[in-house]
Structures are given as structure tokens and as C-alpha cells.
């Protein structure tokens, strides 16, 4: 005879979703004091403990992204080259410097710096924010 499977009380549903914006998986099930494995295969057979730990994990992650957004917002550069990196795309580029052999034109090609497109970029914005307050200030 095969053993019950286990299953979460609901109050430990519930918690689910709290325990999942600090913790891993792993730590959830040191939490409840289960296997690891066994608190997956509790997330994999019950779509609500994983809706809860997936819920969770947007909730902190949302709130830690929002932060980093308003630092960005704010001025600080890093926070916002970190953000473009990991929500647009962005990379580390370097300059490329091509050596030819004797009596051909040497190609240089510059690339300018992820910091100083991010810079402009953000001059740029900051120059349309402001004309977007003064639009508003003339509607008044």
C-alpha cells in the first residue's frame, strides 16, 4: 500500500506566499520541515501552493524592481545601467581598434560607452520630463 500523499494545511497555503517573497523552495520546505523534494512535488500537484509561491516571488520581485526604478529615476547612474542590462538588453561594449598590414588604411571603430549613451539618454528623457511639466503649467 502506497503511502498518503503530503499536503499543506491551509493555513500553510496561505503562508505560502508570504515565506516565497524571502525564501527559495528549498527554504520553505526547511520552514514547514519537509523533504525539499516533497514541498515540490506538493507546488507541482496543487496549482494553488504554486500560484501562492509564484505570487509571491512577483510581489518581491515587483517591489525590488521599483526601487531600483526610482534610484534610476532619481539620478543614480548604476542603478540605472544595472536596470537596462538586465530589463533592456544592454551590454558592456568596449572600443575595437583593427590593425591592417603596412600600407593599408588602418580602421578604427569607436563605440561609445554604454554609460554615456545612458547619459544622454537619460538627459534626453529628463529634457522631455520637463517639457511635459511646463505643457501641463500652460493647460492650468
Known amino acids: 500500500m502506497a503511502r498518503p500523499k503530503r499536503t499543506l494545511a491551509p493555513d500553510q497555503v496561505r503562508e ?7 525564501l527559495n523552495q528549498d527554504q520553505i520546505a526547511d520552514y514547514f520541515g519537509i523533504a525539499r523534494n516533497t514541498f515540490r512535488a506538493i507546488c507541482d500537484r496543487d496549482p494553488d501552493v504554486l500560484a ?6 512577483a510581489k ?31 551590454r558592456e561594449t568596449s572600443n575595437i581598434e583593427h590593425q ?9 571603430r569607436t563605440i561609445v560607452s554604454p554609460r554615456e549613451r545612458l547619459e544622454k539618454r537619460l538627459e534626453e528623457i529628463s529634457e522631455r520630463m520637463k517639457l511635459g511639466a511646463h505643457q501641463d503649467d500652460d493647460r492650468s
Not at 518581491?60 to 548604476?78: M, P
Open 100 to 108: 591592417a598590414n603596412p600600407g593599408i588604411t588602418n580602421i578604427v
Open 52 to 57: 501562492r509561491y509564484k505570487k509571491g516571488k
Open 60 to 90: 518581491a520581485i515587483a517591489h525590488v524592481a521599483n526601487g531600483l526604478l526610482q534610484r534610476a529615476r532619481n539620478g543614480d547612474t548604476a542603478s540605472s545601467i544595472f536596470y537596462l542590462k538586465t530589463q533592456a538588453g544592454w
Open 16 to 22: 505560502v506566499e508570504t515565506l516565497a517573497a524571502l
